[in-house]
């Protein structure tokens, strides 16, 4: 099993981005998909998570109603708009899968990716 994520990068506070986690050796249908973050001196949080199961969504409360998690089963790959950036949101953002429903806790986790930097400047 492989994730890779892309799209991260610096941007100012009230940008976008989107980021990416391209999937390769499993079948989405069968995990949840999550997007954490680990920003410098912090542990690991849970940001959000789909299940593809039964379409279930969570959103940590602090971005909720600025990210969107999204997934495109048929192209493998898991998605993550964040909307009105904050500074508080610079963080290294990691995807991760896991073999059954949606977890909080990053140690669920079956496989994860390497991770992209999100900077966002005031």
């Known amino acids: 099993v492989q994730l890779v994520e892309s799209g991260g990068g610096s941007v100012q506070a009230g940008g976008s981005l989107r980021l990416s986690c391209a999937a390769s050796?499993?079948?989405?249908?069968?995990?949840?998909l999550g997007w954490f973050r680990q920003a410098p001196g912090k542990g690991r949080e849970g940001v959000s998570c789909?299940?593809?199961?039964?379409?279930?969504?969570d959103y940590l409360d602090s971005v909720k109603g600025r990210f969107t998690i999204s997934s495109d089963n048929a192209k493998n790959t898991l998605y993550l708009q964040l909307n009105s950036l904050k500074p508080e949101d610079t963080a290294v953002y990691y995807c991760?899968?896991?073999?059954?429903?949606?977890?909080?806790?990053?140690?669920?986790?079956?496989?994860w990716g390497q991770g992209t930097q999100v900077t966002v400047s005031s």
């Open positions: 991760a899968v896991v073999l059954s429903r949606c977890s909080d806790y990053a140690y669920d986790y079956d496989y």
């Open positions: 050796g499993l079948t989405f249908e069968d995990y949840a």
């Open positions: 789909i299940s593809s199961r039964d379409g279930r969504v």
